[in-house]
């Protein structure tokens, strides 16, 4: 059994100004997916260039943001934000949604592929393999602020969360930061070192991400207030992410390929 480290929350502290780990992570995170991409950009035949990396990456922060803290809202505590709606915009409080962030930069996706003349697949594929960093350093904060943290096990690796009482716990937060992050990255940055058929490197990340994701609910504590919300087992991460693995399975086969090159 181990016992979490107790990290300070907040990263850097000078008067009255406080940076947390959290933002940091998430500027990290947008740092390593521009890095990334400016890496691609640059390989011969990859279709992309330099200056459009910029835009590309501040489109889908915005997304990444917006989506995030909207879905959170709409997703994970619908009736709190319906009679507190203002508080929606109070991003300092937390509370973020990886898929109403998905669904942001699914958007923001769209708006940079019109801009730019480009077939929406297109950007997806690029942008694939440059989130698996970011995913990770996000989880890793959730893991730094003693918050999503896993339900209560009696295996060796179990943790001890001081905020949740005095069982040891999964720390579900590193299964998502190897799993969701390290891993994710890992196979498709790999995958997607060679030219592949459209579609296929985003089908890729949704399956990985979506099983991951949907493995690793099984062990982290649901929301309090929601519980299982279908068949008496299944949490909201689950649900959610169902529609990924449907999604990526059928942009893997190419499914959709075709009709997005019309």
């Known amino acids: 059994m181990f016992i979490h480290p107790q990290f300070d929350p907040v990263a850097i502290s000078i008067g009255p100004l406080a940076i947390r780990w959290y933002g940091l992570m998430y500027l990290f995170a947008f740092a390593a997916a521009w890095v990334l991409a400016t890496y691609r950009a640059r390989q011969p035949e990859s279709g992309w260039k330099v200056e459009e990396i910029s835009d590309l990456v501040f489109y889908c922060a915005l997304g990444v943001i917006l989506g995030g803290r909207l879905g959170y809202a709409l997703f994970y505590n619908f009736a709190y934000y319906v009679e507190h709606p ?101 196979i498709v940055w790999i995958y997607t070192n060679n030219k592949r058929p459209l579609g296929k490197p985003s089908g890729l990340f949704l399956i990985i991400y979506g099983i991951s994701r949907f493995g690793v609910e099984f062990v982290r504590e649901p929301d309090a207030h929601l519980g299982p919300v279908a068949l008496g087992w299944m949490t909201m991460g689950q649900l959610l992410t169902l529609p990924m693995i449907f999604i990526g399975v059928l942009l893997f086969a190419g499914v959709f390929s075709k009709a ?3």
């Open 86 to 186: 203002l508080q929606v915009f109070y991003v300092w409080t937390g509370g973020m949604s990886f898929h109403g962030g998905l669904i942001g930069v699914l958007i923001a996706m769209l708006v940079f592929a019109r801009k730019t003349g480009r077939v929406f697949l297109q950007v997806g594929d690029f942008v694939a393999p440059l989130c698996g960093i970011g995913i990770a350093a996000v989880r890793f904060s959730n893991f730094i602020n003693q918050e999503l943290w896993g339900r209560v096990t009696d295996l060796p690796i179990g943790m001890v969360f001081p905020l949740a009482g005095p069982e040891a716990r999964h720390p579900s937060q590193l299964y998502e930061v190897l799993l969701e992050g390290i891993v994710l990255f890992i």
């Open 260 to 262: 997005a090159k019309r």
